[in-house]
């Protein structure tokens, strides 16, 4: 199982940018997804999740009303609109996804490689 980010960029400030999130590989199902981001020097930490069916989302105090997360189950597939961008969004951006790979394995959390964000100012 792989998940692959793209879409970073460097963007000014109050511009828009929106991630994408391939799974790839054998699974059995992929339930919660969700992106989370780690500044220069700082802890990780999460920024939106969304579950399985698309029903619930949860984001970090920082992004929201500003940030939307999405996913396309077909496509396995995990988004994130990011809109009116400031300098302190800038960081590397991960795809996390709890993914069974058969029907009696347990969820496993898998994470992808990162793509970064720049928002200068």
């Known amino acids: 199982v792989q998940l692959v980010e793209s879409g970073g960029s460097l963007v000014q400030a109050g511009g828009s940018l929106r991630l994408s999130c391939v799974v790839s590989g054998s699974t059995f199902s992929v339930n919660t997804m969700g992106w989370y981001r780690q500044p220069p020097g700082k802890q990780r930490e999460r920024v939106a999740i969304i579950t399985t069916g698309g029903g619930i989302t949860k984001y970090g105090d920082s992004v929201k009303g500003r940030f939307t997360v999405s996913r396309d189950n077909a496509k396995n597939t995990l988004y994130l609109q990011m809109d009116s961008l400031k300098p302190e969004d800038t960081a590397v951006y991960y795809c996390?996804?709890?993914?069974?790979?058969?029907?009696?394995?347990?969820?496993?959390?898998?994470w992808g490689q990162g793509t970064q964000v720049t928002v200068s100012s």
């Open positions: 996390n996804a709890a993914i069974k790979a058969t029907i009696t394995a347990p969820p496993y959390d898998y």
